[in-house]
């Protein structure tokens, strides 16, 4: 049997890496499956045994499944074709990993690029609490902007903890960014299972749509602050 590379993306990779059988079988199971979708063309029709083992194998690595393939799984493993968005967030312990790694991704980001804490730090002193989240929804608006507003946000808060004299001197912002996300989300808590259903109804079939999860994830966090 093939050593399959660790690289668990998704509900669909960790099956095909797990799996007892080879890329080959995994890869008949497969095209049986997207038979009974009873599309006009796929490729899937014309493989053979060395075709599907490569394919297998890409996808077992990390490569992102086609339209055909996620619902020819989806209806070999849930019995249901439109059921595919699971194997994305199948459970609120995956959603709540992909949205620490946005977060910390964005956060960090953004404190290692000189030009863009430049940035920040003006927006920090233009931030009013009034009009701070303007622009949140619009579609236009980027993952970078919308981690502007959290970090204002956060600068608001961690000003009037110091007010208020919760804390003695004013904390680092990345840091004070960092323990924030750390106490205050929990993989059980009821925004993680809100971003679980959002998140699934945010993905499409024929394109990726990383961007527009990313903002969906940041702009649950700005309504939270």
Do not use: C
């Amino acid at each position: 049997m093939q050593q399959r590379k660790k690289n668990k993306i998704t509900l669909l990779t960790s099956f095909i890496q797990n799996t007892k059988s080879t890329y080959v079988q995994t890869g008949q199971e497969l095209k049986k499956y997207i038979k009974k979708l009873e599309m006009p063309y796929s490729n899937w029709y014309n493989f053979d045994d060395l075709e599907m083992e490569k394919r297998i194998s890409k996808l077992a690595q990390g490569s992102k499944p086609n339209s055909e393939e996620l619902q020819g799984f989806a209806l070999w493993l849930f019995k249901d074709s439109t059921q595919w968005r699971k194997f994305f967030f199948p459970n609120e312990r995956a959603t709540y990993t992909f949205i620490r790694q946005i977060y910390n991704d964005e956060i960090n980001n953004i404190f290692s690029s000189k030009e863009l804490n430049q940035k920040l730090q003006q927006k920090l002193t233009l931030f009013t609490k009034s009009k701070i989240k303007n622009g949140v929804n619009h579609h236009s608006t980027t993952a970078i902007e919308l981690t502007y507003i959290i970090l204002g946000l956060l600068n608001f808060k961690m000003l009037d903890e110091l007010r208020l004299g919760k804390n003695n001197e004013k904390e680092d912002l990345q840091k004070y960014a960092i323990d924030w996300i750390n106490t205050n989300l929990y993989s059980n808590s009821p925004l993680v299972e809100q971003l679980t259903t959002q998140l699934r109804n945010t993905l499409d079939l024929d394109h990726n749509r990383k961007k527009e999860l990313e903002k969906v994830v940041l702009r649950q966090l700005i309504s939270v602050l």
